[in-house]
Nanobody, 117 residues
């Protein structure tokens, strides 16, 4: 069974970079056909897909966040990491990592990140 766990600081100051790591167990982030995503949810905004990284390392980002978002991975640790630069209080949200396997999907429990000085 695939399990995902988000980790990282819960408080980030404005203008800094938000970095969160997703640790995957029960499956490999290099498995063909799977995409590993970051999604966030803030009050009144619903779920927002931010980006994903594929098995080969290819990355995809939503246009609205493309200039500030990057996703990297460490295959030796079976982890992938979100970097969101130049954050503002509007970036405060619960951040989730997830796996999209086409027919199947798994989500982490999410972690709240607050952007505040």
């Amino acid at each position: 069974q695939v399990q995902l766990q988000e980790s990282g600081p819960g408080l980030v100051k404005p203008s800094q970079t938000l970095s969160l790591t997703c640790t995957v167990s029960g499956g490999s982030i290099t498995t063909d056909g799977y995409y590993w995503s970051w999604i966030r949810q803030s009050p009144g905004k619903g779920l927002e897909w931010m980006g994903a990284i594929g098995a080969s390392g290819s990355t995809y980002y939503t246009p609205s966040l493309n200039s500030r978002t990057s996703i990297s991975r460490d295959t030796s640790k079976n982890q992938f990491t979100l970097h969101l630069s130049s954050v503002t209080p509007e970036d405060t949200a619960v951040y989730y990592c997830a796996m999209d396997g086409g027919r199947t999907g798994y989500w982490g429990k999410g972690t709240l990140v607050t952007v505040s000085s």
